[in-house]
């Protein structure tokens, strides 16, 4: 007999394991902190460590929206776009301070903060956050959506929609 | 000076001149503006239209100053322009007969100061947007006023 023909788990930890190691971010950059998120994806930092470097152009094909740098007013409704977009289930990460609060932009043009437009799942603080700050994000986003229920099957309560 | 030549010969067109590190600056009214800057393009070679803002002196009459920029390639030099303009009526001949390049910073100068260009037939916001009140570079546009154009959440 073979050695491990089954295995027994609780099915949120199964799904919440697979979803962890394959988070598709979609950098939704507009600011220098794109900067820093070209060098966290790439070689040095590698994002791929954790199953988290395959950005794709589309938010329909993504499920970590990572909203990198300032977002003016003239652009909110663009990301609130993107961000309806993206199907079920998404998280996002706010990467910076000018995405987290608004930075020290305090005037007519700029957001105060993403949060005021769309629901936020981390924050990551730093003008621009070195990369261990966003490697530690990820990996407590991780935590998160192992710890998280997720209702696959069609008799589960599903989760109210965040708006 | 190099431009003193210059200077001379534009006499009567403006109000008065100074030196700005070595960059002539020249004070005018505004009907002689587009006199002075067609001789200043056609005559010394100012082809470059460099940038149109402007500056708010809340405390003064008349209350803003509108600033030119001009680079002229054969000199290799720059001029700045000034024209005062009251608060009442703001109103600048446009520049877009003698520079295309005008068109778009004289919509950005009238988005941030409400200055208007008479001549410019396209004064629509070009970096803020549709339904924005006011003009935020104005010293009495309050500093941390937002106008949201997607609702906040609560």
Aim: net charge negative; proline share 8%; hydrophobic share 40%.
């Amino acid at each position: 007999m073979a050695m491990m023909e089954y295995m027994t788990t609780k099915k949120d930890e199964l799904v919440g394991w697979m979803r962890k190691f394959s988070l598709f971010p979609y950098p939704f950059v507009t600011a220098c902190c794109g900067m820093e998120f070209m060098s966290v994806s790439s070689t040095l930092y590698d994002t791929d460590r954790f199953g988290a470097a395959l950005p794709r152009f589309t938010p329909r094909q993504s499920d970590l929206l990572m909203v990198v740098g300032t977002v003016s007013h003239k652009e909110a409704p663009i990301l609130k776009t993107v961000y309806e977009q993206m199907c079920e289930p998404k998280w996002v990460m706010a990467f910076g301070a000018c995405a987290t609060s608004g930075g020290f932009y305090r005037n007519y043009s700029v957001v105060q903060g993403i949060d005021k437009i769309i629901p936020v799942d981390i924050y990551v603080p730093g003008c621009p956050p070195r990369p261990e700050t966003v490697i530690d994000a990820i990996m407590m986003l991780q935590d998160k959506i192992a710890s998280d229920r997720h209702p696959i099957f069609p008799f589960e309560a599903q989760l109210p929609v965040k708006a | 000076m190099a431009y003193d030549a210059m200077l001379s010969d534009l006499r009567g067109l403006y109000e008065r001149s100074w030196d700005s590190f070595g960059m002539p600056v020249l004070e005018l009214r505004a009907d002689d503006l587009l006199t002075l800057v067609t001789r200043l393009r056609g005559e010394f070679g100012f082809s470059l239209f460099l940038d149109v803002t402007a500056i708010d002196y809340p405390e003064r009459s008349p209350r803003f100053d509108v600033v030119y920029h001009f680079y002229s390639r054969s000199r290799n030099g720059r001029i700045r322009l000034k024209v005062q303009v009251p608060e009442e009526r703001p109103a600048v001949p446009s520049l877009t007969e003698l520079y295309g390049s005008a068109r778009f910073m004289e919509r950005e100068a009238h988005d941030m100061y409400g200055i208007e260009f008479t001549g410019n037939d396209d004064l629509r916001p070009i970096l803020l947007y549709e339904g924005f009140v006011g003009h935020p570079l104005r010293k009495d546009y309050p500093m941390d006023m937002e106008q949201p154009i997607v609702t906040y959440r609560k």
